[in-house]
């Protein structure tokens, strides 16, 4: 029960860091649907890099350099060429798709190196993310950085005028987006799951942008949503823990992603909107051009 | 921005002349097997040997050929799985989990009639034609759950379809392994044969639902440029608040171009593992058939929603891809070369997004004019 409930938190956070990145780029105004793509990266690079040397520290180093890079690509595409922001993202989730499929193949299998230590039977990445989860929260709503970036989430030509380089808001916001996610993507190919197989990640790049719809945008709800998550996953991966003997494993796996639609309906509701829908970044999705 | 006495501006454009928008397209395609061809060097092989390797067996090898046509074919229905509700400004990447669906449903119909034990009493064309009607129905039930879904509440189609996706993918792994219903009696992990009477004819050499393919480019081709139901479609993606205005009713659309879309990823489905000879079953890899259909994503949007021009592309990424196997074989490269080959054409496509919006307008730069006037070079 108690490894139950590790297990959980531990894929909480990872969607929690994931979904933080993306939770700060959609602030910017900036949407990347290609979330599961960079994590993918960052979890095969980092895994090649921490089974080829021997270094854990490399692996995450390397899973967080290529997400920098793979954020820097979606905002080159998506702020200075002026690409469609669901267009890029989607090239970026099939090119990591892919590339990450052919990449990684040569090294399906176990990382083979010692497993990283815990605290308490926790690890501390998991400590990590509340760190993070508060240190977002506090950034965007008690400095001016986190004034700066939502302004330019809501208004970018607003803050334009009133002096902000909305470009580069966004840009930094984007690479750190991708770098975040890039680190959840290696913690799950070097900790959480560390035995590389074709598209082990399983669609948690999609469950995080879901559950950043799901947040309204402040980090504090991401993180009970990913806990959420976790214990759904954990219990459709060991049903027999709860409900023994009940539906094959495989009816047991579609829960977490049935779930996914089923929060995502009722926080579309019109019930739920006229409450809390104002929360969502106005300028979101919409490409700025600078007059 | 000034480079040495030129001036490099940016215009965005407002229309695309047709030729204009191939070129761009054709230059993506060439760039993205640029870009592939960086693998193959890696490698250690000449990326000219390679694409002669590839091009080779795909379209001048008659057993390479007949794959590559069959590819083809699941390669059209996906893309215009895509296409439909892409030119509504919607986002169908549910083509895995429709498809899914499609092929359980025409095997579901197979095991009603008795089909996994023996052979069929019925009438062949019956057969098939209830088979391919359960395909239909339920690629379209799929797709309709995220076109109901985005009607009525404006739910994020792209995640909805993805986790529908997985949910699919869970419940074949249900009907063919652990004692599935589907199972195969061998106990491989995959699904039974179909008997004869199941199987698709071959009309020479090639299954019927080639027809199919062309009967339903002029099927779409006619519903975007004759029909006012194509029509309101097109409106709605180019501006779903004028579209309204209109009197054009959002949930409708959203609906119909995704049972539309689903309806044609079942018969993908179909078509792979009822009709392609060789196969009748669904294999234990089924999931490398789902992850294919998003070479029709690519070819739907570099075709820009064309179902002519979508098949030239769905041809040329269904030889290539069969292609790219044998010369992963042949020539050692690393598996998953098709993966990656996806992977290239994708973000090469993303990268010439750009011309399509803009031109680049390089003039000497001149002394300013008493009368400065704005340039609005939109030709």
Redesign the interface.
């Known amino acids: 029960m108690i490894a139950f409930l590790i297990r959980s938190l531990e894929a909480a956070m990872i969607f929690t860091f994931a979904g933080l990145g993306e939770l700060v780029d959609q602030r910017s105004g900036i949407l990347n649907v290609g979330l599961e793509g960079i994590m993918l990266f960052g979890a095969t690079l980092g895994f090649i890099a921490a089974k080829t040397t021997g270094n854990y520290l490399i692996g995450f180093l390397v899973g967080i350099g290529i997400g920098a890079l793979l954020g820097l690509l979606h905002g080159f595409f998506s702020i200075t060429l002026g690409v469609d922001q669901v267009v890029s993202g989607m090239g970026i989730w099939i090119f990591g798709f892919g590339m990450t499929t052919y990449i990684g193949n040569p090294h399906t299998g176990p990382l083979g190196l010692e497993r990283l230590p815990t605290w308490f039977g926790i690890s501390p990445f998991f400590f990590l993310a509340l760190f993070m989860v508060v240190a977002v929260w506090f950034v965007l709503t008690k400095t001016g950085w986190g004034l700066n970036i939502r302004s330019v989430g809501e208004q970018p030509s607003v803050a334009e005028v009133s002096g902000l380089k909305v470009a580069r808001i966004r840009y930094l916001c984007v690479i750190f987006g991708g770098m975040m996610a890039g680190f959840a993507g290696a913690v799950y190919g070097l900790y959480y799951n560390p035995v590389w197989n074709y598209n082990f990640l399983m669609g948690w790049g999609f469950i995080s942008l879901a559950l950043v719809f799901f947040s309204m945008w402040n980090p504090y709800l991401l993180f009970g949503g990913a806990v959420l998550f976790g214990l759904l996953w954990q219990l459709s991966l060991n049903p027999q823990m709860f409900f023994p003997g009940l539906a094959s494993r495989y009816i047991w796996r579609m829960v977490p992603f049935a779930m996914t639609i089923l929060v995502l309906i009722f926080i579309s509701t019109n019930w739920f909107r006229s409450r809390w829908g104002a929360a969502t970044p106005e300028a979101l999705g919409k490409p700025y051009h600078k007059e | 921005m000034t480079v040495a006495g030129y001036q490099i501006r940016l215009l965005?454009r407002t229309s695309l002349p047709g030729w204009k928008a191939a070129l761009f397209s054709i230059l993506a395609i060439v760039f993205g097997l640029l870009l592939f061809s960086l693998?193959f060097i890696q490698a250690g092989q000449s990326p000219r040997e390679v694409y002669k390797q590839i091009f080779g067996y795909a379209f001048f090898n008659a057993y390479g050929l007949r794959l590559s046509i069959n590819r083809f074919i699941f390669l059209a229905f996906a893309s215009y799985a895509f296409i439909i509700p892409y030119r509504a400004g919607l986002?169908n990447?549910g083509m895995p989990g429709q498809l899914y669906l499609g092929a359980l449903a025409a095997f579901g119909v197979v095991y009603l009639l008795g089909g996994k034990t023996g052979d069929l009493s019925m009438p062949q064309p019956l057969v098939l034609t209830l088979m391919v009607l359960a395909a239909l129905v339920a690629g379209a039930f799929m797709g309709g759950i995220a076109g109901f879904?985005k009607g009525k509440?404006?739910?994020?189609e792209?995640?909805?379809t993805?986790?529908?996706?997985?949910?699919a993918f869970?419940?074949v792994?249900?009907m063919i392994?652990?004692g599935?219903p589907f199972m195969n009696v061998g106990g491989r992990g995959e699904s039974f044969e179909l008997p004869e009477a199941a199987r698709a004819p071959l009309l020479a050499d090639f299954p019927y639902t080639l027809v199919l393919v062309f009967l339903l480019m002029i099927g779409i081709y006619l519903l975007f440029a004759r029909m006012s139901l194509g029509y309101q479609v097109r409106a709605f993606g180019k501006s779903p608040a004028a579209a309204r205005y209109a009197g054009i009713r959002p949930f409708r659309i959203s609906v119909l171009v995704f049972l539309m879309g689903g309806a044609l990823a079942g018969l993908a489905g179909y078509h792979y593992f009822a009709a392609v000879p060789g196969v009748y079953k669904i294999a234990r890899t089924y999931?490398y058939f789902g992850?294919l259909s998003?070479y029709g994503?690519?070819s739907g949007?570099i075709s820009l929603g064309n179902p002519i021009a979508t098949l030239l592309v769905a041809l040329l990424f269904g030889g290539l891809s069969i292609g790219g196997r044998s010369a992963q074989g042949k020539l050692h490269l690393?598996?998953?070369?098709d993966?990656?080959?996806?992977?290239?054409l994708?973000?090469s496509?993303?990268?010439f997004?750009?011309f399509y919006?803009?031109q680049i307008l390089i003039t000497k730069k001149t002394v300013p004019q008493s009368h400065p006037t704005m340039t609005e070079d939109l030709s």
């Open positions: 965005r693998i986002w990447i879904l509440w404006n739910v994020n792209i995640v909805v993805m986790m529908l996706n997985f949910i869970n419940l792994s249900f392994k652990d599935g999931a992850d998003f994503m690519i949007l690393g598996f998953g070369i993966y990656a080959l996806m992977g290239m994708m973000i496509l993303v990268a997004q750009f919006h803009y």
